[in-house]
Nanobody, 123 residues
Framework: VQLVESGGGSVQTGESLRLSCVVS???????????FSWYRQGPGAQREWVAT???????NYADSVKGRFAVSRDRTKNTVYLQMNGLKLEDTGVYYC???????????????WGQGTQVTVSS
């Protein structure tokens, strides 16, 4: 499975951005997927979880972005989105898209990562 993020950029506080993550792969690998997530890594910080879109279940969000960010999926385009509104300085970082897929081994899953897209928020 390959994931390619786009949509990052430089914005001012309070503005919005929409990140996209195009997902591709073999039919078998794509059909194994069960969720998409977004993570971010700020300057000098560890990568942190932002949001998850589990198939057939409500999305869930980190407290720091709840009410401002929304994750969605367009199955026809094999694309996952992260709509980010009311951006704050602390939202600055590299944003990564991830996909989780099941395997034939019970309890074992594969996680696939994109290369990341930079989001910079300034005042």
């Amino acid at each position: 499975v390959q994931l390619v993020e786009s949509g990052g950029g430089s914005v001012q506080t309070g503005e919005s951005l929409r990140l996209s993550c195009v997902v591709s792969g073999s039919t078998a690998s794509m059909s194994s997927l069960n969720s998409f997530s977004w993570y971010r890594q700020g300057p000098g910080a560890q990568r942190e979880w932002v949001a998850t879109y589990p198939f057939g279940l409500p999305s869930n969000y980190a407290d720091s972005v709840k009410g401002r960010f929304a994750v969605s999926r367009d199955r026809t385009k094999n694309t996952v989105y992260l709509q980010m509104n009311g951006l704050k300085l602390e939202d600055t970082g590299v944003y990564y898209c991830a996909a989780v897929g099941s395997t034939e081994i019970a309890g074992r899953e594969n996680t696939y990562w994109g290369q990341g897209t930079q989001v910079t928020v300034s005042s």
